[in-house]
């Protein structure tokens, strides 16, 4: 099975990337899985119904998200709908949605890290939870942090346990694809789809006034030219270990 997860999605310039790439890849790789995360699709911050239906109708399967998604209150009610949405496993009980989704033979699960990012439920222990209750053999998890080392300790942690662990949230893509020892494909950040212009997907000029000042100024999204940031995964079906993982990169005008 061929799964492509794609890096944080940042307000129109990432969803025109990725509605005019995303159908070819779709074609060119013979992919049976995307996955995308979302959660900066709206204006460079959050997720809207608008922009959700506009990603799933451009070729995507499932909607991963992080921090950000609870900034427009309008998609609370779809995160327990049958919309294909996940917001991360290990928010406190009570909240919307859903951190895993079953789709076929894979299952898809979202997870926050504490790092750097916020207080969040242990997202280890909420993993060791979610294996014992599942039953799919192949299973993808964006893990959405900033932190590094808690991305590569995740995936340690998983390694053997999951197919992939696929990192989100900081935007800027590593170099450090590769299987580890026991099966599981990893990468510390697949990286953003949107301007390339930008400073990790806002206008430049506004960051950089931000950290000259240390005073609070409006961003709003890059514009120019954009890139699609994604991670193409190859699982054997019958094990759900990782074959191969590959980076994917194109650019749009």
């Known amino acids: 099975m061929l799964i492509l997860a794609i890096g944080d999605v940042i307000g129109k310039p990432g969803r025109k990337a990725l509605n005019q790439l995303l ?71 009570g909240v919307p949605g859903r951190g895993y989704l079953v789709i076929g033979k894979v299952a898809v699960v979202n997870i926050i890290g504490r790092v750097f990012i916020g207080d969040f439920d242990c997202p280890f222990r909420a993993m060791d939870t979610l294996l014992s209750e599942l039953e799919e053999k192949i299973i993808i998890v964006d893990f959405h942090a900033e932190a590094t080392s808690e991305k590569v300790a995740m995936g340690r942690y998983l390694d053997g346990r999951v197919s992939a662990v696929l990192g989100t949230h900081t935007h800027v893509g ?37 950290f000259l000042t240390s005073m609070p100024h409006r961003l709003s999204v890059g514009r120019g030219k954009t890139a699609l940031n994604g991670i193409l995964v190859k699982v054997d079906d019958d094990t759900g270990k990782a074959l191969s993982i590959e980076r994917i990169y194109q650019e749009v005008e």
């Open 23 to 93: 159908p070819s890849l779709r074609r060119q790789h013979g992919i049976d899985l995307v996955i995308v995360n979302g959660e900066n699709a709206a204006g460079g911050i959050g997720l809207t119904l608008d922009t959700a239906g506009e990603m799933l109708d451009a070729g995507t399967d499932v909607l991963t998200s992080g921090n950000h998604i609870w900034m427009h209150r309008e998609i609370y009610p779809y995160l327990d709908s049958e919309m294909p949405i996940l917001r991360p496993l290990n928010y406190p009980p």
């Open 174 to 210: 590593t170099t450090d694809t590769r299987i580890l020892p026991r099966g599981t494909a990893y990468v510390s950040d697949i990286g953003m789809t949107g301007p390339l212009d930008s400073v990790i997907g806002d206008d430049t000029e506004a960051a950089i006034q931000r």
